[in-house]
């Protein structure tokens, strides 16, 4: 296969992959730590603001790894 049909194909399996985990990450968020999240706004900023980019940084190892397992399988398959 060549590289642009890799790249495109890469492109395919990403879009579904992110979209899908950053609205199941969204709902499990909101539903989960939402009032938790609310209270920290409400009473510590900083430590707000230290969790909010613990769960950025968690969200990007997710989707980083998700991402990187998948398209291994994906070339495993094509050859």
């Known amino acids: 296969m060549n590289p642009k049909s890799r790249w495109i194909v890469s492109v395919l399996i990403e879009i579904p992959v992110y979209a899908g985990i950053i609205v199941a ?14 209270h920290l706004f409400q009473t510590d900023k900083r430590l707000y603001a230290a969790a909010c980019l613990a769960l950025i940084l968690a969200q990007g190892i ?5 991402t990187t397992f ?10």
Do not use: A
């Open 25 to 38: 990450y969204y709902y499990l968020v909101l539903s989960l730590l939402g009032d938790w999240i609310t």
């Open 62 to 66: 997710l989707l980083e790894l998700t």
């Open 70 to 79: 998948l398209l291994r399988l994906v070339r495993k398959r094509m050859g």
